[in-house]
């Protein structure tokens, strides 16, 4: 039912899917999606749930296999590899549902806490010596950058079909690097 939400919402703006609609995708009649949430609104903020705590485990992972004094740009393109790999869902995320409801807004919110503090981990492993400060405003820097080129991506904005896919996380590598380190050439 979240699978075949989160493909009508990614695909139609939310204010136009029904109820109706979630369920002939999900081949299940409306009571029953009823049974389960209250409204359309419940479906979309727990699929942006599950991908959220997804997205989360995902960066726990990339942080645990990675290496100290490793570049930390291979793990931001790991992650925008795995949101294309999640395009509806990460097209719920950060496009579809921004500005759909409060509890939307607040999930989004505290998804973008976890994102940081996991990032600030990823931080302190690959360089120890970083201040908490530091790591701080850099894992900042890289969830910004993470954001954008999520909803780049997920768009197939101007720029990401301009560059090409490789190129365009080439680019997101390099700069992930920079935001990390910005001494290092």
Same mark, same amino acid.
């Given at each position: ?13 939310? #204010? ?10 999900? %081949? ?9 949430? /209250? /409204?359309? #609104? ?6 942006? *749930? ?7 485990? =995902? ?11 490793? #570049?930390?740009?291979? &793990? ?8 294309? %790999?999640?395009?509806?869902? &990460?097209? !719920?995320?950060? !496009?579809? /549902?921004?500005?759909?409801? =409060?509890?939307?807004? &607040? ?9 940081? &503090? ?10 120890? +010596? ?21 909803? +780049? =991506? !997920? ?22 690097? *920079? ?7």
């Amino acid at each position: 039912m979240i699978e075949a939400a989160t493909e009508l919402f990614a695909t139609q703006p939310p #204010d136009e899917v029904t109820v109706a609609d979630i369920a002939a995708r999900a %081949e299940m009649t409306s009571a029953a999606v009823y049974y389960h949430f /209250s /409204s359309k #609104d419940q479906v979309l903020v727990e699929g942006m *749930r599950v991908f959220a705590a997804a997205l989360c485990e =995902q960066l726990e992972a990339i942080t645990e296999a990675h290496g100290p004094d490793s #570049d930390i740009g291979p &793990a931001i393109t790991t992650l925008v590899a795995w949101l294309g %790999e999640h395009r509806s869902a &990460a097209t !719920v995320f950060f !496009v579809s /549902s921004a500005g759909m409801s =409060q509890e939307a807004e &607040a999930l989004r919110q505290e998804s973008r806490t976890k994102l940081l &503090a996991g990032l600030v981990r990823l931080i302190h492993k690959a360089r120890e +010596s970083v201040s908490d400060a530091e790591a701080a405003v850099i894992g900042l820097g890289l969830l910004a950058l993470l954001e954008t080129a999520a909803i +780049s =991506q !997920v768009r197939g904005d101007d720029l990401y079909r301009s560059l090409g896919h490789r190129s365009f996380v080439r680019e997101v590598s390099h700069l992930a690097e *920079r935001i990390a380190d910005p001494t290092a050439e």
